[in-house]
């Protein structure tokens, strides 16, 4: 788990860093505000909630947080420039 919350660390953070290089190259300037947010909660929470079920089995009960912060941050991309 302790892996697995370094490669989330970085990887989200690439997730991110991919996101405003997208929206920055699509001209796509409002309505992202809301999948920012949403990607930096889960930058944040992901690797926080691997780290800490490595060493206590009930925070494993956490990661709908950062997982669902992510699955809704991808989903309104999407929608936001599939609908643009």
């Known amino acids: 788990m302790v892996r697995l ?5 970085f990887g989200i953070g690439l997730l991110n860093a991919v996101f405003v290089f997208t ?3 699509l001209g796509l300037t ?3 505000e809301l999948p920012g947010y949403l990607l930096i909660l889960g930058a944040a929470t992901m690797p926080a909630v691997c780290y800490l079920s ?3 089995d009930g925070f ?4 709908f947080v950062p997982a669902g ?3 809704a941050a ?4 999407l929608w936001r ?3 643009a």
Do not use: E, K
């Open 54 to 56: 490595a060493f206590r």
């Open 74 to 77: 991808i989903v309104a991309i």
């Open 5 to 9: 919350g370094h490669i989330a660390f």
């Open 69 to 71: 912060a992510v699955t």
């Open 30 to 32: 409002s309505g992202l």
């Open 81 to 83: 420039v599939v609908g």
């Open 23 to 25: 929206a920055d190259h």
């Open 60 to 63: 494993r009960h956490l990661f």
